[in-house]
Structure formats: C-alpha cells, structure tokens
C-alpha cells in the first residue's frame, strides 16, 4: 500500500490501494476525497479560506477555494467518477483563546464554512466531520473504504 503524505499548504491524490495523510491539523482543514467507485483518494490540507483575500496567492493548495476544486480535477485526471465522489472534513479548531474573538481569529471556523461552501457549489456531499474545538488531529484516509481516521493529543482517536 503507498502510503501518500500531505503537507501543509498541499494537496495529494492517489489510487486504491493507498493512505493519504497530514499531520497537525489546527485550525487548517483537512479535505478527505473519496470515489466510492474507483476507490480514487484525495486530501488537501487548506490553511487559509480564500485565495481572493491573500497577497501571494501563488500555492492554490493553500485555500480552500482553490484547493478543493483542484483536488477534484487531479482526481478526476486519474479517473475519478465525480457522481460517486463524496468529502469528509477534519480539523478547522479554534487553537488559542482569546477574549475578543474577531472574525479574523475565527481562522478555523472561516476554513470550515468556506470548505463546506465550496464542496456544496460542487455539489459534493459531506458524509461525514470532526471539526472545531481546541485541539488539533491528524488524519489518515484509507483508500479500500474511504475510512477517515482521526488521531489526537488527550482525546483519543476515532474514524468517521
């Protein structure tokens, strides 16, 4: 089985069989992909909600708005179906308390919301999510059933 990393700010796809993974989920989101058909896999580990409100917007794997759409397209290269295709959404915390939260420290929840956005404009079904909270995960998504799981610091591990 390849086992297929995933850095921050990236984006990776593979074919069955496979386990795409990233670590250190904080407020980033991570993207799970899976064709229920193909058994194609793919994972984004977006940092920041849109591409439109960054300086160096260069990284498209850095944005949600970006990252999912590439994401679907490179799996759809290797032969994904994008009918059976459906997301699993990890990650997006709230990392440091504050007093006053703004929008603007609310990065993980803006990454939640614009994920969860962009997989509906694509009309891709959220199966299944383990987001929010203070802590950070990291996750491991297996391309025999499209298993997410999901391992973390004090609270255990779980897969959805």
Avoid at 43 to 51: E, F, K, N, Q, T
């Amino acid at each position: 089985m390849d086992i297929i990393k995933v850095g921050m700010a990236d984006l990776r796809v593979g074919r069955h069989p496979c386990m795409l993974t990233t670590l250190g989920l904080g407020s980033c989101v991570g993207i799970s992909l899976f064709d229920r058909m193909t058994k194609i896999s793919g994972m984004a580990h977006v940092m920041l909600p849109s591409s439109k409100q960054a300086r160096d917007n260069t990284n498209i794997a850095k944005f949600a708005d970006t990252g999912i759409m590439e994401l679907l397209n490179q799996m759809l290269r290797l032969g994904a179906k994008r009918a059976s295709v459906v997301a699993k959404l990890a990650g997006g915390a709230q990392m440091f308390a504050f007093r006053e939260v703004s929008d603007v420290m609310r990065i993980g929840d803006r990454n939640t919301d614009a994920s969860r956005e962009v997989l509906a404009m694509l009309k891709i079904p959220i199966v299944s999510e383990d987001v929010g909270l203070n802590y950070g995960r990291t996750i491991e998504l297996y391309s025999a059933d499209g298993i997410v799981l999901i391992k973390t610091i004090g609270h255990g591990s779980k897969s959805i």
